[in-house]
């Protein structure tokens, strides 16, 4: 016994005769033509007169043109003037080039400002273009080596302009650090005219802020090759070119910063493995010369280290004593590095601000004030201007007060 094959198949549903079958429009794929993109972008470009009117066009045109699936070509043409190849390179075919680009600025800060104007608007009109943005500058900052010298200077200014002003990150300028552009000097040179460019277009603190917010701040040796590839060399480099001042204080602040960190892990250390003050002392001002530190750059490093070394009894009635004791302890070491009345005034400082930190010493202050006092520690004339105008905010009506009597003694034995 067998079935009809025709019975066996699927039932065909009845249709319509003449009915066509629509589908829907999300699911019509549109082919992908980059070519036809930039001749249309390209075309409208060149029919402008100026960079504003490029500007006006550009802010009405995503209505019409898909900036999105096509951005990075949208950047490439506003940039360089026509699609970038792989390498950097301008796609040869028959197409025009945009003769209002980046690429078309001479080194002049102010005419480059008129295309990162340009950018801002767009932006500002097109949200998500931002990201695509910064996905672009990654891959075109690999190519720096296809441009001539003069682009190249162009670019980075106009790179400087756009990050200063908040339109993408520093983190794309990573992309420098590839081996091919580094050891031909592009990645110094580059990274240099960039920081010429910020300097004109905006202040050293924005750098620092964004070089800092992207992680880029501590990579800047990575601009060289390894066999020159230290802080020192960076600072030399910067150094011998013109115009990066402000950068060199910049990164001189850098490393002093790194070094005062190291230098009070090593404090700490030393403590807590009970060294002797007379080791701490020569350790200390040896890491002080080997990095060109001041009395003033390490005092309140000490005194942290001193009180973090200390395990604090549970018994909040002995931890006043504690202190005392520990200060007392290391007097000859802090003496060392309160020679000047500014050290003075920043250690006191520092007692104040920790003593309000940690409510259990509060009303030690006075006591510690006057321990230092006694041993040299501390000058009269820094602990009365101490009081006067130089104390911190933090609590500052509760130690003045504690304060009161002693400086009423201090006065009354100078009057004497």
């Not at 040869?92 to 800060?109: I, K, M, N, R």
């Not at 013109?242 to 030393?270: D, M, Y």
Request: net charge negative.
């Amino acid at each position: 016994f067998q079935l009809n094959s025709t019975m066996a198949s699927k039932a065909e549903k009845p249709q319509l005769a003449g009915a066509r079958i629509k589908s829907r429009k999300r699911d019509e794929k549109v082919k992908f033509d980059p070519t036809n993109f930039r001749d249309e972008l390209v075309d409208n470009i060149n029919g402008c007169e100026d960079v504003q009117q490029v500007t006006e066009y550009l802010e009405t045109a995503g209505n019409d043109l898909d900036y999105r699936r096509y951005s990075d070509q949208f950047f490439d043409i506003l940039v360089a003037g026509g699609m970038l190849a792989p390498g950097g390179s301008i796609v040869a075919d028959e197409g025009e080039l945009a003769t209002f680009c980046v690429f078309q600025c001479s080194p002049d800060d102010e005419q480059i400002q008129q295309y990162s104007q340009m950018f801002g608007k767009v932006l500002r009109r097109y949200k998500y273009m931002q990201v695509l943005l910064e996905e672009h500058m990654t891959r075109v900052l690999k190519f720096v080596k296809a441009f001539d010298e003069d682009k190249r200077t162009v670019f980075a200014k106009f790179v400087a302009q756009i990050m200063a002003a908040g339109l993408c990150s520093t983190k794309p300028l990573s992309s420098l650090f590839l081996d091919t552009l580094v050891k031909d000097g592009l990645s110094e040179s580059f990274m240099f005219d960039l920081f010429r460019g910020w300097m004109a277009a905006s202040s050293i603190n924005s750098l620092a802020t964004s070089f800092r917010k992207s992680g880029m701040d501590g990579k800047l040796e990575l601009l060289y090759p390894i066999n020159k590839r230290s802080q020192e060399h960076l600072l030399a480099r910067l150094k011998e070119e013109e115009g990066l001042e402000q950068i060199l204080n910049w990164q001189n602040s850098q490393r002093s910063t790194a070094v005062k960190n190291e230098l009070s892990q090593k404090l700490v250390v030393a403590f807590k493995e009970g060294m002797k003050p007379s080791e701490i002392h020569a350790s200390l001002q040896a890491a002080m010369k080997d990095a060109s530190l001041k009395d003033t750059d390490v005092v309140t490093l000490l005194w942290t280290a001193i009180m973090e070394a200390v395990e604090w009894n549970k018994k909040l009635d002995l931890v006043a004593e504690q202190a005392l004791r520990q200060v007392h302890t290391y007097i000859p070491l802090l003496k060392t590095v309160t020679g000047s009345g500014k050290a003075q005034a920043l250690l006191m400082i520092k007692i104040q601000n920790y003593c309000f930190d940690n409510q259990n010493l509060l009303k030690v202050f006075v006591k510690i004030i006057m321990l230092l006092y006694h041993h040299e520690v501390l000058e009269e004339d820094s602990i009365l201007e101490w009081y006067a105008e130089k104390h911190s905010t933090k609590g500052r009506s509760v130690f003045l007060e504690q304060a009161k009597e002693m400086v009423e003694w201090l006065q009354t034995a100078e009057a004497k």
